[in-house]
Every structure is written in structure tokens, then in C-alpha cells.
């Protein structure tokens, strides 16, 4: 008898061990990350799931095979991430991507016809922006940036053929806090869906789908990894008809994470809870020695009582993020220099390792967006604060800034 290919995975609760079926801890965040998708292995018994590297798989008959019949539709490692995923986000689907700007184009591909319009925002991803202006934008899909803090900015922006609002939260780079629950109620009331990037807070801050998204979004590569060894990407959704819209492009298009990668995702994931717990105490302490700095004109960070969305992080974050921006008073040579004179950040794009890294936005990852309505101030330096101890990285910035 012939088995449907799985276009997409969903693990129910009679697939757990029943052993893990009645402990209730099963349920707890901590222990989703270590065994979600990552049973022991059937045949061998090792406790880590092995890499599947086959591109095709034996049929029984024609047609008749066991689950798998062809990598780039489906693969029991990718399989595993999917399911771990989905589950860390509260989403019935997981759909793992080979980076996440192939999980951004999958959802508008799926989400958006040529005539629709989506509302972006206004300090959105440069990589988001290329692809909404660059590539959609003459495939005919219409696109507005505005503050998505301010729910009246969104309303304004509002036409009939609006049918995504793509909310970062908190944003990148410059750490706006949005309120999802209201934007997503917004969006419902006239017939839209919401996707959420959110790859900065990760699940473990921040669950958007229990808010109201419809979708969420994630850079696998940042924290999921978080060791920026792997480059990869993630949608979860709990929407069928979606999840099987999803699946076709996916499929379709071919932009699937391979096995290897998605086993060292899956690696990275096991320690998620444990880093951002770390990741999050370290940025704290550094925004709160940026505050006081001199050289410091602004500093961005949704834990300090001081960021205008501080209270919406409060009640929608488990935590406020391992991300830090913030503004020099001398300007932007100046915040060129200071990037370049860190001995424990790393000068280098990305975020989310476990070493931290410092950037300049307007020069490395937003540089394709001067002279749009996202241009990111010159003055602007970004950091992902690593697990290292935090007052070297405290004192690695105060030498930095000496000449600031």
C-alpha cells in the first residue's frame, strides 16, 4: 500500500516514548530543545540521531516507500529539525530552509500575488528590504515601510490589497519593540496575515503564534545555531491549508536545509535555553555601562526602563535579548573607529554566536538601504553579546570608546 510522502512534519503525542508521554516536564521549554525531533535512534540505539546523507531512498514498490523517497522533498535529519522547531514555537508545521532569506522568499512567494501590497518596517532587515524592493517589488507587489510601534502608522498604510504585515520584533538594528498581539489584531480585522521574524528573541524570549502571528520566521543561523558554523532558516505555521502552500515552494523551489546542517541546528538548539539565559544577562550589563558612557549618545535596548517599548517587551518577552545598539555623540567616523577597536568582539556581520561580535550597520549589514526610507543612522554600532564573561566584554568596549 502506497504511503503519502510528507511534504512537511508534524510529530503527534503518540509518536513520544510513553515514558515522555507522562511526564508532564516533557512539556517545559528546557527539555522541548534537548529531545524535540531528536529521538534516540531506532536501530542503534545512539542517543544522537544520525546525519542522513542519502539523496534517495529504496521503494517497496513503486510508490510505495516508508516516509522518504527523494532528499530534497523530505530527509529524516531535516525531518527532525522541523519537528523540533515547530514544537519550540508552539506551531503544528516546520519548514527547514538553507538560509533564512530562502524561508522570507518562501512565505511571499506563498503569501503575496502580483497587484497585493505588504507593510514592512521601517527599520526592517536590509536583507528583507533587498527582497521586498529588489525582487517583488517589479514582480508587481507593492510595499509601504512605516513604525510598526505605532499601530496608527500601520492603519494609515492600510489599502485594500494589503494582505501581509511583516513585523520584526524586536527589529534590526535598532531594537524597536513591537506589540504583536495589536498588530496582529489589526491585521485580522481586515483580512491580512502577520508574519513574525523571530530570530532575535528566539522561542525561548517570545512566541508570536500564541500572540496572533499567522507565521513565524527565523535566521537559524543566528541563536537556533548559535555557534555561526551553519547558515540556515525556518517557518513554522499552524495553518494546513498554508503549511501545504509552504510546502510546495519549498519543494518546488528547492531551497531546503541540507542534512548536515540541519544536524548541527539541531546540536546548537539543545543549549538554547542555557545561552540566551547568558546572552541576555551579558547584554544587560553592557547597556546598562553604555548608558552612563560619555562617548554614548543613545543606547537601544528594550531592558532598559528608558526604551519607549520596555513595557511591551516586559509583557511579551521572557527576557530582553542578547542584541545592544546604540549611538556615539562623535559621530559616524567615530563609531567606525570604535568597531575596529575591540579585542573581544569580533568585527565581523551576523549574531547570535556564543562569541560576540560588533558591527557597523550602515556600512556592513544595512548597507542596502542608504537612501531609503530604512537608512540606519551613521552613528550607529551594533552588538550581539556573546557567553563570554561579562566584565571583559565591558571592559573590551571602555577601551574601545577611550577615543570616542
Known amino acids: 500500500m502506497s504511503r503519502p510522502r510528507r511534504r512537511f512534519w508534524r510529530r503527534s503525542s503518540s509518536s513520544l516514548p510513553e515514558q515522555r508521554r507522562q511526564n508532564p516536564a516533557g512539556d517545559e521549554f528546557e527539555t522541548r530543545t534537548v529531545h ?134 524586536p527589529t534590526n538594528p535598532l531594537l524597536t519593540v513591537v506589540d504583536i498581539a495589536a498588530v496582529a489584531k489589526l491585521a485580522h480585522e481586515r483580512g491580512a496575515r502577520v508574519v513574525v521574524d523571530n530570530t532575535f528573541a528566539t522561542p525561548y524570549l517570545q512566541q508570536p503564534l500564541t500572540l496572533g502571528a499567522d507565521v513565524v520566521v527565523h535566521s537559524t543561523t543566528k541563536y537556533l545555531g548559535g555557534h555561526s558554523d551553519v547558515v540556515g532558516g525556518a517557518l513554522v505555521v499552524t495553518d494546513a491549508e498554508l503549511a501545504e502552500r509552504l510546502a510546495f515552494t519549498q519543494n518546488a523551489t528547492g531551497g531546503v536545509a541540507g542534512p548536515f546542517d540541519s544536524w548541527l541546528t539541531l546540536r546548537g538548539v539543545k543549549t538554547l535555553a542555557a545561552r540566551m539565559d547568558r546572552h541576555c544577562r551579558n547584554a544587560m550589563r553592557v547597556a546598562q555601562m553604555l548608558a552612563e558612557h560619555p562617548a554614548v549618545a543613545e543606547v537601544l535596548y528594550p531592558g532598559l526602563p528608558s526604551h519607549p517599548g520596555h513595557k511591551t517587551a516586559q509583557e511579551q518577552m521572557r527576557a530582553f535579548g542578547g542584541m545592544v545598539s546604540f549611538r556615539l555623540l562623535a559621530g559616524e567616523e567615530a563609531a567606525v573607529r570604535a568597531c575596529g577597536r575591540t579585542r573581544l568582539f569580533t568585527l565581523g556581520e551576523s549574531l547570535g554566536g556564543v562569541e560576540s561580535l560588533i558591527e557597523h550597520p550602515g556600512r556592513m549589514t544595512h548597507a542596502s538601504v542608504p537612501g531609503s526610507p530604512l537608512e540606519v543612522p551613521g552613528d550607529l554600532i551594533r552588538l550581539s553579546g556573546g557567553i563570554e564573561d561579562g566584565d571583559d566584554l565591558i571592559d573590551d568596549l571602555r577601551q574601545a570608546l577611550s577615543d570616542s
Open 36 to 169: 524535540a525531533g531528536q529521538e534516540p535512534d531506532a536501530a542503534t540505539g545512539a542517543v544522537v540521531p544520525p546525519i542522513t546523507l542519502a539523496s534517495t531512498f529504496v521503494q517497496d514498490a513503486v510508490g510505495d516507500h516508508r516516509g522518504y523517497e527523494y532528499a530534497r522533498s523530505a530527509n529524516p535529519t531535516r525531518a527532525g529539525l522541523e519537528t523540533c522547531v515547530a514544537e519550540l514555537e508552539g506551531a503544528e508545521h516546520g519548514l527547514a530552509f538553507a538560509s533564512g532569506m530562502a524561508a522570507e522568499d518562501a512565505i511571499l512567494r506563498a503569501a503575496l500575488d502580483a497587484g497585493d501590497h505588504v507593510i514592512i518596517p521601517a527599520d526592517a532587515y536590509g536583507g528583507t528590504y533587498r527582497l521586498v524592493a529588489r525582487l517583488y517589488e517589479p514582480t508587481g507587489v507593492a510595499w509601504t515601510a512605516v513604525d510598526h510601534a505605532d499601530l496608527d502608522a500601520i492603519a494609515g498604510a492600510w489599502r485594500d490589497e494589503t494582505k501581509l504585515v511583516w513585523v520584526e520584533t
